[in-house]
């Protein structure tokens, strides 16, 4: 099946530093792939739709000089939090849709990047 | 846009027993209703789908049901275990669209 990859796991951070988070699909080509972030005990929160080629689409409230979307290969988004703050400490979740799959049929989800800020 | 919404927040029952969860949604336009169960720490994992010209779909201990007319669709967990014991969301999307929109999410533990 689908699997997507999501590198790191953890990361650890100085306030004020930037931290980049990779998402790639490993068995299709992603057009398409999703961030999204969750803070403990809540709901998968859409941040942003990343486009390979253009420029990501991003939600309501979602600052995007501070969240930096790039997807510059079908099988590659990485997410950028920029001079981040404790209050960016969230777990991050990427997903992809394998399209040769039947649309959301094949929706994947990384397996996500715990980032502490300090 | 679509919103959906999800009941419990939180659940438990004695292992053994059954747990139900259920979600709303408002968009007439979703057909395709999947539910993710994430453990602590981990990516949610889909366990269950069902699309909008199907009234039920079962697998082993697990079933789904959907009411379009209502616009709501439940989860059936039968003679649960220790290991059910996670965050179950559900969600709603259009086959082809775009996003996911996700339930709220509901903590269900079972008591050994």
């Known amino acids: 099946g689908a699997v997507v990859s999501q590198h790191p796991s953890r990361v650890i951070c100085k306030s004020g530093t930037s931290v980049k988070i990779e998402c790639r699909s490993l068995d299709f080509q992603a057009t398409t792939m999703f961030w999204y972030r969750q803070f403990p005990k809540q709901s998968l929160m859409l941040m942003a739709t990343s486009n390979e080629g253009s420029k990501a689409t991003y939600e309501q409230g979602v600052e995007k000089d501070k969240f930096l979307i790039n997807h510059a290969s079908l099988t590659l988004s990485t997410l950028t939090v920029t001079s981040a703050h404790p209050e960016d400490s969230s777990f991050y979740i990427c997903s992809a849709r394998d399209p040769t799959t039947g649309g959301n049929y094949g929706y994947t989800f990384g397996s996500g990047t715990r980032l502490t800020v300090v | 846009g679509e919103n959906v919404e999800q009941h419990p927040s939180t659940l438990s029952v004695q292992e053994g027993d059954s747990a139900v969860i259920k979600c709303t949604y408002s968009d007439s336009a979703s057909n395709y209703f999947p539910w993710y169960k994430q453990e602590l720490g981990k990516r949610p994992q889909l366990i269950i789908d069902i699309r909008s010209n199907v009234g039920e779909k079962k697998d082993q201990r697990i079933a789904v049901t959907l009411n379009k007319t209502a616009k709501h669709f439940s989860l059936h967990i039968t003679e649960t275990q220790p290991e059910d014991s996670a965050v179950y969301f559900c969600?709603?999307?259009?086959?082809?669209?775009?996003?996911?929109?996700f339930g709220t999410g509901t903590s269900l533990t079972v008591i050994p």
């Open positions: 969600a709603a999307s259009i086959v082809w669209g775009n996003q996911f929109y």
